[in-house]
């Protein structure tokens, strides 16, 4: 079961005839996939799904994929921690970067403006991160120490440095299954 905000109300239409509407108020982002893909296709199909993540040592419902990092976390997968096969090995979706600038549509301007400012004396929080300016002895933006990685991209991508999931197609890839388009989720 999710947690998000439902309403349930009856259209009346022209003819008389009366309908049952199921609205979900979803936020955008990364849980809009998980939503989409948890209010389509048949309940086999889910339990299937959440089986096989479960197997790849991952959970998921309606709102994210979580894994327990080595240190005993629970991270966001593939934000904070890369996903893992039926084997337990992560390994980074293929074509995850180049097809997430085609399909992410997040707003993160004004983030990484605030997080990319020059500060000298403030601290940048990317996710679980934490990155001083001042304590690299950096002048600009704050960076991740020795990667290249700025602490504004650390927020958007996360520690993995993978983009959050845009699609439902970016689910079936982090459980390396074949996308199906929602006609076709019935088991």
Same mark, same amino acid.
């Given at each position: 079961?999710?947690?998000?905000?439902?309403?349930?109300?009856?259209?009346?239409?022209?003819?008389?005839?009366?309908r049952r509407l199921d609205v979900m108020l979803v936020p955008y982002g990364p849980q809009w996939p998980y939503a989409v893909v948890g209010w389509t296709g048949s309940k086999q199909y889910l339990r299937f799904m959440r089986q096989h993540a479960l197997n790849c040592g991952m959970f998921t419902n309606s709102h994210a994929? #979580?894994?327990?990092?080595?240190?005993? +976390? $629970? !991270?966001?997968?593939?934000?904070?921690?890369?996903?893992?096969?039926?084997? /337990?090995?992560?390994?980074?979706?293929?074509?995850?970067?180049?097809r997430g600038a085609?399909?992410?549509?997040?707003?993160?301007?004004?983030?990484?403006?605030? #997080?990319?400012?020059?500060?000298?004396? +403030? $601290? !940048?929080?990317?996710?679980?991160?934490?990155?001083?300016?001042?304590?690299? /002895?950096?002048?600009?933006?704050?960076?991740l120490a020795g990667t290249g990685t700025t602490a504004a991209a650390a927020a958007r991508y996360g520690s993995t440095g993978l983009r959050p999931v845009a699609?439902?197609?970016?689910?079936?890839?982090?459980?390396?299954?074949?996308?199906?388009p929602p006609r076709e989720r019935n088991a």
């Amino acid at each position: 079961m999710d947690r998000y905000d439902h309403m349930w109300c009856i259209w009346v239409t022209a003819g008389g005839r009366r309908r049952r509407l199921d609205v979900m108020l979803v936020p955008y982002g990364p849980q809009w996939p998980y939503a989409v893909v948890g209010w389509t296709g048949s309940k086999q199909y889910l339990r299937f799904m959440r089986q096989h993540a479960l197997n790849c040592g991952m959970f998921t419902n309606s709102h994210a994929t #979580l894994r327990t990092t080595p240190g005993g +976390a $629970v !991270a966001i997968v593939p934000h904070e921690a890369l996903p893992t096969d039926s084997s /337990g090995r992560e390994f980074e979706p293929p074509d995850w970067q180049r097809r997430g600038a085609e399909e992410q549509r997040t707003d993160l301007p004004a983030c990484e403006a605030l #997080l990319s400012a020059p500060c000298t004396t +403030a $601290v !940048a929080s990317a996710g679980n991160i934490v990155v001083s300016a001042a304590a690299a /002895g950096a002048t600009g933006p704050p960076s991740l120490a020795g990667t290249g990685t700025t602490a504004a991209a650390a927020a958007r991508y996360g520690s993995t440095g993978l983009r959050p999931v845009a699609s439902e197609r970016d689910i079936c890839d982090l459980f390396r299954m074949p996308y199906r388009p929602p006609r076709e989720r019935n088991a």
